[in-house]
């Protein structure tokens, strides 16, 4: 089906769930404001990039704009994931809009990661409310006129990805049952908030030292064996490219590299060829 100037591809968030299943490691920008959605999604497809995520939780980027985000996307065959801006945020319109799946921050319990689900995903695995036919990419232009309703929503469970973020001590040790729950792709650790939480940081420590220290890289190792032993993604943020390599030689899979705003987009591209150089 023709949308502008390229098909859209069906089963984007599916394919992905299955490339990071077999292994591939996966790297996507953050993308504040102050961007055009065609030229910044087009940028980063090209570059290499393998997603994207739109931030709400540090920055401002209305819904209108997020909507031509996820117009981009789909005619570019991108996942698009959204942080928002609370784990227990009105986050149901952006996935009806056609939003792939969401990385929801500070979640310290199994309850506020249940809470998603239930809000994500139609039965049999969640209780999320009917908006089926309301925007043409939440089924990539199939005809709901023409679907059975069990398959519009099998289809839509399929190409969802929720993805807690672990960025505290509590957090971590509700982990293991978070990730037990049916719909819980994997987690993305949120490295400074984290090692906030831990706390004990030397008051002269910069960011990338405190990233480095010993007492954050013990608790980064055992989120990615977590992750492992429960065969879901490990995914995080707060490191350039060399030190994305050490993650992913620990198992992390998934990275958020960059931060996209002001038009600034042409400043990833050497940012993402030095990972994807380092890291295979």
Known sequence: MELGRVSVEKNTGRDFVLELQAGKKVFGPLIGPGNDPEDTV???????????????????????????????????????????????????????????????P????????????????????????????????????????????????????????????????????????????????GTIVGTNDLALNIGGIDPRAKRSEVNAAAFLGEKLREIAKICKEAGKVAGIGGFPPKGCLQRAEEGYQLFTLGYVRDGNVRNLKPVIEEAKALIR
């Open 42 to 104: 087009g940028a980063l497809k090209d570059f290499g990039y393998d997603f994207i995520m739109v931030d709400n939780e540090h920055s401002l980027v209305n819904k209108e704009t997020i909507y031509m985000y996820i117009r981009a996307a789909r005619e570019m065959a991108i996942p698009m994931l959204l942080r928002p801006e609370e784990n227990s945020a009105n986050f149901r319109c952006y996935l009806d809009s056609g939003v792939n799946g969401l990385m929801l």
């Open 106 to 185: 500070q979640v310290d319990s199994v309850e506020q990661a249940a809470f998603a689900v239930n809000q994500a995903y139609f039965p049999p695995t969640g209780h999320r409310g009917s908006g089926i036919g309301l925007s043409p990419y939440l089924l990539d232009f199939q005809d709901p006129a023409e679907m059975p309703l069990l398959a519009m929503t099998q289809y839509i469970n399929d190409n969802t990805l929720v993805f807690p973020q672990t960025e505290s001590l509590a957090g971590l040790s509700s982990l293991r049952q978070t990730l037990r729950l049916d719909g819980i792709t």
